[in-house]
């Protein structure tokens, strides 16, 4: 099961639901407890397939056959123009009516018997959408599966590449973060050359890029600088040929010089600002910006995504374009005018009642895999949930575009250079009609052509269509990605919604790279990724009810003679179908003969319903954070003098892919949920991405006793050193630029502290990074300067975190005067570094080395030693396994 499977069932649809005469005769769905959970199971109607599409009832003892008199349908309403048709229905008793005022009562209400009767019938609109969604899991939880191989995720997550603390600081000073450069602007803009261009963009965009032309070079962002080499730092002499070329490519002229020093040295005017906080609150990437970024890779590829700092990263699958609506509305060049509509009426920006969103219960079921990372069991779970989905009606909405051509906001920014679609969709100017009405018109054809053609509204059995478990058609339409943050505001503190980017589904691409540039270090934000689902429904309604009354019984035939009558008025109303009339020359078409007791007749009348539904597929709050940096190697030593020193030599160890660090206290456990929760990581996932920021400062905690937890040194914290050099010589760019690392620093510094003797010291050491993230502790150190009748020496001693775990033993163990000693030979403890290529990375080779150089190495088995006491002659064998444990 690679996706979550679900059912959206119209509330229309479930058992006990306003639809009482679907309730009565069955076509229904009904929650239905099983093994894997709550289950949504059709109740079938139960068929007989003759000429009339006879049903026969098993859910009402009074209702016998319901049939279809297909040969009468006929167009409801001419004037309308998708396809509406009413079909003739009969239901027919059973013998247990009581009489011609309990048949009214079944239908209309009432009370017989002192029993009060709700009615079957209602003269009411009813819909059926019944569409199923192949949702994908969250990264997160397909991780934890360990029986499925799950290929439809979505992830919320970030990449973090380049730390340039001028740009950080800049950006996190800024009002909104709609004036941080944004990608997709930028990534367009590559392509442009602004000397011939220019006029193809809006001029305040184009300042906000340039700085108002004072920025050259900013259509060439990501092309790779020469120089980068030479203004990153002064040791990259030091680094090998292939590592050189791996730095050169993270390092381009967007951030040694216009990320890190002409942003910053060029400001926006007011009206830039306002500009930009007006605009970027909604972009649009209509289908042609869409493959321009994606199918040109102007945004999809990892080599120019990368050569940003950090941006927010969104990865999900994209609905497969079928030949349907998306293809109509991309195929007359009406995608901009479309997501700006959609934009509009979802947002409630569109003052007419039938374009504003309406919330609708939906039943979901949805059938999926679960697991967690405590166990390797995997669970099939099956749950049925009510869920509100806002909506709106498609062919309203296409009306709407065909009769307004002017837009009702302008709060929003086309992705792209200026053309006569996206001008039309977003200009006042009536000049603009003609393109409008031609694309318009192209859709609402294509759509009504598809109903009736495709959805089979014409369709020989429409009893079928109405009480049968069809599923609908539906596609998908577009994407939202709305993005919350910033400071509460309201009574209530919530946050407000900062941006909402709206993309066409297209054919493009099986999967969206989304990228987010305009996000702040260390702040939350809440992302929802939204799709529009287009289903194509049906709207149903029962008129023109007439009842029976008997005449007579036939005597030859032992048949009943019935009248048909409206039971508001009580007039005599004609049947709807064929029927053996009444014997005599005044029998009248409202007279049957009928095999049945009782009979009703009625129209349903039906259209299709074309519904646009909002699906929200997840939702993560997330802030971008560094990775952690490394751990810390100590060497301990003393002082040899009277000055009752120690001291440590603490070293910045090379990159090791590990899990997640151990927090020391409250602040560091929400700094590595934070972290955790962003990256999508389980207790044993190994973090594969190095500190970006340098090692920058050590911290130093210490405590008197042994401790039983890391915990045990929350705000023990005796001293912080900072590792950056003094009196660096910071290399800039051409441009005066200070390079993206402003501050160098060392990978290594003694800390010398004078303690007392005899007496036992814990420390515990680790080095953070510029960014502060979480870092990998140092082990424990237990220090002692023993006094021994003047003469000082020191003892250390190290605590790893599994010695912390404290032992409860049923029997103590009791004290003896020697310790045993079974060292192994060193024959089983040299290094064989025979597959080991010292040419690479250090820690990529840790598994190529082997311990032992013995024929038959003694790790892993058990021996048998004996010991016999000399006074008692008494014996105790222990069994000794050697184990190869590493602390790496």
């Known amino acids: 099961m690679s996706s979550k499977e679900c059912k959206i069932i119209d509330p229309s649809l479930i058992s006990g639901s306003a639809d009482v005469f679907r309730t009565a005769i069955g ?72 009489s011609d005022i309990h048949w009214k009562a079944l239908f209309k209400g009432g009370v017989v018997d002192e029993e ?206 079928s030949d349907g609506f998306v293809k109509s509305i991309n195929g007359a060049n009406y995608s901009t005018r479309f997501l700006k509509t959609l934009k509009e009426s979802f947002s409630g920006e569109i003052p007419s009642k039938r374009l504003s969103p309406v919330d609708k219960t939906f039943a979901v079921n949805c059938t999926y895999i679960s697991s967690s990372e405590d166990t390797d069991v995997d669970t099939d779970v099956t749950e049925t949930t009510e869920i509100n989905y806002r909506t709106i009606d498609y062919i309203d909405m296409l009306a709407y575009m065909q009769n307004n051509y002017k837009p009702v906001s302008d709060n ?78 309201g009574d209530l503190k919530t946050q407000n919604t900062l941006q909402n980017y709206w993309m ?20 939350n934000y809440t992302y929802t990724v939204y799709a529009y689902v287009l289903v194509v429904g049906s709207n149903y309604k029962f008129s023109d009810l007439s009842l029976s009354r008997q005449l007579c019984t036939l005597s030859d035939t032992e048949d009943y003679g019935l009248e048909l009558y409206d039971p508001d008025t009580g007039d005599t109303v004609d049947t709807l179908f064929p029927a053996t009339a009444l014997p005599g020359d005044l029998a009248t078409d409202a007279q049957i003969q009928s095999s049945s007791p009782y009979a009703a007749e009625f129209y349903l009348n039906y259209e299709p319903s074309v519904k646009l539904i909002e699906v929200p597929l997840y939702t993560k709050t997330l802030k971008i954070l560094d990775y952690p940096s490394n751990s810390t190697n100590v060497f301990p030593y003393q002082h040899l003098d009277a000055s009752q020193k120690i001291g440590f030599d603490l070293n910045y160890e090379s990159f090791l892919a590990k899990t997640a660090p151990t927090a020391i206290g409250s602040a560091d ?23 970006v920021s340098r090692a920058r400062y050590v911290e130093i905690y210490r405590i008197d006793e042994a401790p039983t937890d890391y915990t045990d040194f929350e705000n023990r914290l005796i001293t912080t050193l900072d590792l950056k050099e003094k009196n660096t010589i910071i290399p800039r760019t051409s441009a005066g630029a200070i390079a993206p690392h402003e501050t160098f620093t060392f990978t290594n510094i003694f800390y010398d502290e004078k303690i007392r003797t005899n007496k036992k010291y814990y420390y515990l050491f680790r080095i953070l990074n510029e960014q502060r993230s979480p870092a990998h502790l140092s082990e424990i150190y237990e220090a002692q300067l023993v006094n021994d009748g003047g003469f000082n020496y020191s003892l250390f001693d190290i605590f790893y975190e599994s010695d912390l775990e404290e032992n409860t033993f049923v029997e103590p163990s009791k004290n003896v005067k020697k310790l045993i000693q079974l ?5 089983h403890l040299t290094l064989d570094t025979t597959d080991v290529d010292f040419d690479d990375d250090a820690y990529t080779q840790l598994s190529n080395i082997a311990v032992g150089s013995a024929d038959d190495l003694i790790w892993g088995k058990t021996f048998k030693v004996r010991l016999t006491s000399k006074k008692t002659g008494k014996k105790i064998d222990l069994n000794i396994t050697y184990k190869l444990n590493s602390e790496i």
């Open 823 to 827: 060292p192994p030979n060193i024959q």
């Open 669 to 691: 456990s929400q700094l590595l949920e934070d972290f955790i929760n962003a990256n999508d990581l389980l207790k044993d996932s190994k973090i594969t991405n190095k500190s």
């Open 412 to 489: 929003c920014h086309f992705v792209g250079e200026k053309n006569i679609y996206r001008n039309s969709a977003n200009s006042p100017s009536s000049s603009y009609r003609y393109v409008n009405s031609m694309g318009s018109l192209g859709v609402l054809n294509d759509t009504i052509e598809f109903l009736y053609n495709t959805a089979n509204y014409n369709s020989e059995y429409p009893l079928d269509l109405i009480f049968d478990d069809n599923i609908s058609y539906s596609e998908t339409i577009a994407y939202r990605i709305e993005k919350i943050g910033g400071l509460p505001t």
């Open 116 to 321: 009060t009767i709700a009615p079957i019938y209602q003269d009411k609109m009813f819909n059926y959408h019944y569409l199923t969604m192949s949702n994908p899991y969250p990264k997160i939880d397909a991780a934890k599966i360990s029986g499925a191989s799950i290929s439809n995720q979505i992830q919320i997550s970030y990449e973090y590449n380049n730390y340039i603390p001028r740009y950080q600081d800049y950006i996190s000073n800024l009002q909104s973060t709609l004036q941080i450069p944004n990608y997709y602007i930028l990534a367009d803009l590559q392509t442009v050359d602004l000397t011939t261009e220019a006029d193809l963009y809006d001029s305040e965009i184009i300042n906000s890029v340039t700085r108002y032309g004072e920025i050259e070079g900013a259509t060439t962002l990501f092309k790779l600088d020469s120089l980068a080499l030479r203004q990153i730092g002064l040791r990259t002499f030091e680094l090998a040929g292939d590592q050189r070329a791996e730095l050169n490519k993270s390092y381009t002229y967007l951030s040694t010089d216009y990320l890190s020093y002409s942003l910053i040295n060029n400001a926006l005017s007011s009206s830039t600002v306002d500009y930009l906080n007006k605009k970027l609150q909604n972009v649009i990437i209509d289908e042609t910006a869409f493959k321009k970024l994606y199918e040109e890779q102007l945004v999809g590829s990892e080599y120019t995504r990368t050569k940003f700092p950090f941006y927010t990263k969104i990865t999900f699958p994209v609905s497969v374009v």
């Open 27 to 98: 076509g229904y769905w009904d929650v239905v407890s099983s093994s894997t959970g709550e289950e949504l199971v059709f109740s079938d109607t139960g068929h007989d397939p003759d000429p009339f599409k006879k049903i026969t009832s098993t859910f009402n003892t009074y209702i016998s056959t319901i049939q279809a008199n297909t040969s009468k349908i006929e167009v409801a309403d001419e004037d309308v123009i998708i396809p509406n048709y009413k079909v003739p229905i009969r239901v027919s008793s059973t013998e247990d009516v009581l």
């Open 504 to 523: 066409m589904n297209t054919s493009a691409s099986s999967e969206i790279d989304f990228i987010d540039t305009q996000v702040k270090y260390g702040e």
